[in-house]
Each structure stands twice: as structure tokens, then as C-alpha cells.
């Protein structure tokens, strides 16, 4: 198990960029796959992208492709959201989630931050 806190998150405008950190306890940091979720107000939380516990491979949401950059530094315990040319309809929480042994795609998550707001104004 790890415990995950999330940071980065804030106010943007359409077109701007923000990089989105999450970092975990623990010295298993590296058995585990990250994915990023959202969930913007009145729609079902969505996953948005996920890399695999040995980093080899990323997948991402098809509404993200080309934007959004998802990265990890073992060494620092923490994986990363690099979210460029950002769009209103990228306005959510964005959660991280962890998964052991995980393959960084959609799934069960075992393991829950308790979310960073991002919003993008028009």
C-alpha cells in the first residue's frame, strides 16, 4: 500500500499549461502503476492516462493525445501530469492512482490521492 498526495493543480487559461505531481510513501514506489483520473462536476470520474510499474509503457484517453505527458522519477517517489494546450473541458479533480505490478491502463486502482483541481477559463 502507498499513500498518495497530489500537487499542481490550479487556474489556467485555455491554451496555458500546468504540470501535475503525485507522490507516494513508502520505498515500493516503484512496483507500482500510476494513472491519472478526473472527474469534473456532474460526470462520472474518467481515466485519463496510466504508465506501467517498470515505466515502459504510457496509454492516455483519446481527448488528451498529443497534450497531455504522463512520466515518472523513481528516485523521487513521484510521477508526473505534464497537461499542455489545456482546454475549459479539461476543468476537473484530477486524481492519481496506484496499482502494483499494474500495467497503467484502465482498471481497478488500489490506491487513491485526494485530487488537485484543475480549472481552464475561456
Known amino acids: 500500500q502507498v499513500q498518495l498526495v497530489e500537487s499542481g493543480g490550479g487556474l489556467v487559461q485555455a491554451g496555458g499549461s500546468l504540470r501535475l505531481s503525485c507522490t507516494a510513501s513508502g520505498r515500493t514506489f516503484n512496483t507500482y502503476a500510476i494513472a491519472w483520473f478526473r472527474q469534473a462536476p456532474g460526470k462520472e470520474r474518467e481515466f485519463v492516462s496510466g504508465i506501467k510499474w517498470t515505466g515502459s509503457t504510457t496509454k492516455y484517453v483519446d481527448s488528451v493525445k498529443g497534450r497531455f505527458t504522463i512520466s515518472r522519477d523513481n528516485a523521487e517517489n513521484t510521477a508526473y501530469l505534464q497537461m499542455n494546450s489545456l482546454k475549459p473541458e479539461d476543468t476537473a479533480v484530477y486524481y492519481c492512482?496506484?496499482?502494483?505490478?499494474?500495467?497503467?491502463?484502465?482498471?481497478?486502482?488500489?490506491?487513491w490521492g485526494q485530487g488537485t483541481q484543475v480549472i481552464v477559463s475561456s
Open positions: 492512482a496506484a496499482r502494483q505490478y499494474g500495467l497503467g491502463i484502465p482498471g481497478p486502482y488500489t490506491d
